[in-house]
């Protein structure tokens, strides 16, 4: 017998969890979440178990990634966007979301079929004014400037284009809904009715979302869950270089970046990062050095800075940009203990240059010889590069992948590499290495401590 199920809404965003919960998973607010019966009759379940089948007899046509003819776009996603995926495009405002979109969009309508792109934010004139502007014009980009959700259902429709771009969701709006544009309950809304148009056309759909500074929005968080990939757009506005990495990936990787750099002429592809990132640099300072990161297949060499200063009373200060703030506190207690270096009193300031991150444990050696060499004002010899995970023992780790970090240093001239004692490699023609068994030793190789 049909029987109603109990479950909890929440008011804000309409998610609905089985038992009660301080906090919605759906949009994160704070005691939203009700009591209600389910509409849905128990009954339907029996009719989903009829069609149980096992595992391997389920067929699962294999799916397929179409390059979009932009390399750092394609790198992201492992391949390409695939025919009829809807994909989240966040980022904060101004980051240049609809910049890469725009040129996307151009690229796919020069290699693959027609693209519509749906401005719910500019007038066709303003995009039509910065494609010329990105040698984006294309007779098969069309551009349709709509905030109602049924006149860009209607477009999508008519035109069934290879490729939908809407920018942005947050803009677009069911007119029948009493709440406003932006909103969650329009967000949702917005998403789920165009992404099921477009899967109804086989449409390959991509939405724009902002997120605010530190991510938390209404908009990307609540569509996480609705669409197939979540593609982050990030950077340092004040700066050019934009990072695009899959947050989620039904079809592939979440380990990839794109990176590109924002010019007077749109975002160019950034091909040699380590270069990029390490064009600035100054030697024979103390605090810096550099280190061989991974952004997922891909060897990066960035450098880690720091600056150990006098506390001028009240606490000491700890600044980390471009690693974890958790991490550095870590690091610095084991340097403390460890390796008798005590910043206990002093303000302790660590950054990667050049708005890149150096994120992965592999990076500590590197953090803690740049707040030593910093601490002791000596440079680090400018050809050194550092790597290795450091334990609370002060023990140094094996990192992945060294053979490939150590060819990346190495195409960049460096010629000493700081690693574990343990690791499982031969020396590299054309740079050394210095193996440390722990950290103590690390510092007193490079630093002269007493
Ligand atoms: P935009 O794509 O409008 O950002 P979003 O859609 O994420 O809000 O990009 C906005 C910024 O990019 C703007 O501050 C100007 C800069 N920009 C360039 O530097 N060069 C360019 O060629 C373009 C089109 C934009
Ligand atoms: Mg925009």
């Known amino acids: 017998m049909a029987r109603a199920k ?31 019966e389910s509409p849905t009759p128990l009954q339907s379940v029996s009719v989903i178990a009829s069609r149980v089948a096992p595992i391997g007899a389920i067929e699962s046509p294999p799916t397929v990634a179409v390059p979009t003819a932009v390399p750092e776009i394609d790198r992201a996603l492992g391949g390409g966007l695939h025919r009829g995926s809807v994909t989240l495009l966040g980022g904060p405002p101004g980051i240049g979301k609809s910049t890469l ?82 909103s969650v309950v329009q967000v949702r809304h917005v998403a789920l009715h165009l992404s ?8 390959t759909l991509v939405l724009v979302g902002h997120v605010t500074k530190d991510g938390v929005l209404a908009g990307p968080r609540v569509l996480e869950h609705l669409v197939d990939t979540v593609l982050s757009f990030e950077g340092d506005r004040t700066g050019d270089l934009r990072l695009l990495r899959a947050v989620k990936h039904r079809f592939g990787p979440t380990s ?22 390490l064009a600035d640099r100054r030697t024979g300072q103390s605090g810096s050095l550099v280190t061989p ?54 303000d302790v300031y660590v950054s990667v240059a050049g708005g890149a991150r150096a994120a992965e444990p592999a990076a500590d050696l590197a953090i803690a010889l740049a707040v030593a060499s910093s601490a002791t004002d000596v440079a680090l010899p400018g050809g050194l590069v550092a790597l290795g995970e450091i334990g609370l023992a002060g023990e140094l780790r094996r990192v992945g992948e060294l053979d490939r970090r150590l060819l990346e240093a190495k195409r960049l001239g460096f010629d000493t590499a700081a690693v574990p004692a343990g690791s499982d490699v031969d020396e590299p023609p054309g740079i050394r290495l210095q193996r440390c068994s722990d950290l103590s030793d690390a510092v007193c190789n490079f630093l002269p401590l007493d």
Not at 261 to 274: F, P, Q
């Open 6 to 36: 109990v479950v909890h809404r929440c008011r804000a965003c309409g998610a609905q969890s089985a038992s009660w919960l301080g906090r919605c998973p759906g949009c994160d607010e704070w005691n939203t979440l009700e009591l209600v």
């Open 101 to 182: 979109l725009l040129q996307l969009a151009a690229q796919v309508a020069e290699h693959r079929g027609t693209v519509l792109y749906v401005s719910a934010e500019e007038s066709p004139s303003q995009v039509r004014h910065r494609a010329e502007r990105l040698g984006c014009l294309h007779e098969r980009l069309l551009v349709a400037s709509d905030t109602d959700l049924d006149a860009v259902t209607a477009v999508l429709e008519r035109e069934v284009p290879e490729v939908a771009v809407v920018d942005s969701v947050q803009t677009v709006a069911d007119a029948s809904l009493p709440s406003a544009a932006g």
């Open 196 to 203: 099921r148009v477009a899967k109804r056309l086989g449409i």
């Open 256 to 277: 990839e970046v794109g990176l590109f750099e924002m010019t007077a002429a749109g975002l160019a592809s950034v091909v040699d990062a380590s270069g990029r990132f």
């Open 293 to 346: 990161t991974m952004e997922g297949q891909r060897p990066m060499l960035v450098e880690v800075q720091a600056l150990v200063a006098p506390n001028e009373g009240g606490s000491p200060r700890r600044s980390a940009q471009g690693i974890d703030g958790a991490r550095l506190a870590m690091l610095l207690a084991v340097l403390d203990r460890r390796a008798g270096l005590s910043t206990a009193a002093l």
